[in-house]
C-alpha cells in the first residue's frame, strides 16, 4: 500500500488522532522532496477541517524551508569564495 493510499484511508476515516501521523509524513515527504506525498498529506489535513493540524503543519514545513534557502545560500556563497 503507498503512502498515498494510507493518507487517503486515515482522511477518511476522520479520527483527529490521525493528524500527528498526517503530519510527521508531510514533513518527511517536505524534507525528501517527494511532492506526490506532500500533497495527499496537505489533502489530508484538509479533511479535518479548516483547524485540522494548522499550528503542528505550518511552522515546521516553514521553519524547514526557511533553514533550507539558508543553507543552499550559504553554500553557495562559500563555494564563490573559493574560486
Do not use: E, W, Y
Request: hydrophobic residues 40%; positive net charge; contains cysteine.
Amino acid at each position: 500500500m503507498s503512502a498515498n493510499a494510507i493518507l487517503g484511508t486515515l482522511a477518511a476515516l476522520g479520527d483527529p488522532a490521525a493528524i500527528r501521523v498526517v503530519v510527521d509524513t508531510l514533513g518527511a515527504a517536505v524534507r525528501h522532496a517527494q511532492d506526490r506525498v506532500t500533497r495527499s498529506a496537505l489533502k489530508a489535513l484538509g479533511a479535518f477541517g479548516p483547524g485540522g493540524g494548522r499550528r503542528t503543519v505550518v511552522d515546521p514545513v516553514a521553519d524547514h524551508r526557511h533553514r533550507r534557502a539558508h543553507t543552499t545560500c550559504r553554500r553557495r556563497r562559500a563555494v564563490g569564495r573559493g574560486r
